[in-house]
């Protein structure tokens, strides 16, 4: 999958996918957009797409 695929998917619905057996959610909101990590709920919330994936197809996770 392009970047820009991922970024299509991201904009248009929920996205869940998986990282070191970790689950993890992506969804919009009228906010933007919401990552969260399902084990404990920790959310961080992105203005954009964008701000949420860089360039280089990684995700911005502090």
Request: hydrophobic residues 30%; glycine residues 4%.
């Given at each position: 999958?392009?970047?820009?695929e991922?970024?299509?998917l991201?904009?248009?619905m929920?996205?869940?996918?998986?990282v070191n057996?970790e689950?993890?959610?992506?969804?919009?909101?009228e906010?933007?957009?919401c990552l969260?990590?399902?084990?404990?709920?920790n959310s961080?919330e992105?203005?954009t797409?964008?701000d949420?994936l860089?360039?280089?197809?990684?995700?911005?996770?502090?």
């Amino acid at each position: 999958m392009t970047y820009g695929e991922f970024l299509h998917l991201v904009k248009c619905m929920e996205y869940i996918f998986y990282v070191n057996n970790e689950e993890y959610w992506i969804s919009s909101n009228e906010n933007g957009y919401c990552l969260t990590r399902l084990r404990d709920r920790n959310s961080q919330e992105f203005k954009t797409a964008e701000d949420l994936l860089k360039t280089d197809g990684s995700m911005n996770i502090h």
